[in-house]
């Protein structure tokens, strides 16, 4: 625990760290943002991994935040937010994730631990655009 994550907690909560840490819902993405934030005041750029719409609701305003502090401020860092869909965009058709099937297989594994993930249908990645060198 250090004042500067305390702090950004405090802030992005609205809650003492002591007191949000008791409560479970959302914690996980608090954590990451505040985190983020910490690092990023210090002049790191940070990417952060979010799919929770709240979460990444509450990261938006940390990084309008940190953009408008770097305005005046050019030593500020920044932090970047994509989701796990957007991983899985750029890593379809590669060697990582080589067909339709293995897009099936690794995306239901992650669903089986990440309740922020919606079901694979409603996405686009197993649309002909992401394969386009494979047949439907």
């Known amino acids: 625990m250090t004042p500067e994550l305390a702090a950004a907690v405090n802030r992005i909560s609205g ?4 007191e949000r840490k008791e409560q479970a819902k959302d914690l996980g993405e608090v954590m990451v943002i505040a ?4 690092a990023a005041e210090t002049g790191k750029p940070v990417i ?14 940390e990084i309008g935040r940190l953009q408008r502090r770097r305005q005046q ?13 957007t991983i899985l965009q750029r ?3 590669t060697s990582d994730l080589p067909d339709r099937g293995t897009m099936r297989e690794v995306y239901q594994r992650l669903r ?3 309740d922020g ?7 686009r990645l197993l649309s002909p655009e992401m394969w ?3 047949p439907a």
């Open 73 to 85: 401020d050019p030593t500020i860092g920044s932090i970047s937010l994509i989701n796990t869909i």
């Open 117 to 123: 993930l919606p079901p694979l249908d409603s996405t």
């Open 132 to 134: 386009p060198d494979q």
């Open 112 to 114: 089986g631990v990440d």
């Open 48 to 61: 952060i991994v979010i799919d929770d719409g709240g979460g990444a609701r509450l990261a938006s305003s």
């Open 15 to 18: 809650l003492p760290i002591a």
């Open 35 to 38: 985190h983020a934030v910490v």
């Open 91 to 93: 890593a379809a058709n």
